[in-house]
């Protein structure tokens, strides 16, 4: 059974680059998982963080396009009151921003395995709620699809 997987921003927006280095491995991640089926969760938030400046330059774009491929195949959850006490009590312990915050906290409540980001500056592996994979930790794109294309995954 393969892990519950939460991400971060950055890797979304490293998937929907075409031939990004560490995109390729993420991107392989939605590749190898069943049409329809969700690839990990994530917050809300990413909607706001990940599409508002490329909607902004060119809403058509195959990047908007792909980016939306990519968090339609997201179990998207709330940030709830809950939700932004625990955020609030890693902002403190780990000295994240909010958004940052957030998303750590939104993986935890949502009983995610792992979190994975490039960010090592906010999220280091030491952080003991959840594990932080960072994407050249996972498995080699060769052994998967090279990349997502907008038109690979399910509107």
Known sequence: MSPKTAFDAD????????DHPLGIRVAAL???????????????????EVLAKPMRDD??????????????RLELQPFDAPTARVSLAFAVSYGLRAADAAHLA????????????NNRRDFP??????????????????SSAS???PSDLPK
């Open 11 to 18: 890797v979304l927006i490293y998937a929907a680059a075409k």
């Open 30 to 48: 939605f590749a190898d998982a069943a049409a329809g089926e969700a690839v990990g969760v994530g917050s809300v938030l990413l909607l706001t």
């Open 59 to 72: 809403p058509e774009s195959g990047e908007c396009a792909a980016l939306v491929s990519l968090l339609s």
């Open 106 to 117: 939104t993986a935890v409540a949502a009983g995610a395995d792992r979190f994975l980001t």
């Open 125 to 142: 592996q030491s952080i003991a709620e959840i594990d932080i994979v960072y994407p050249e930790e996972l498995p080699s794109a060769e």
């Open 147 to 149: 990349q997502v294309e």
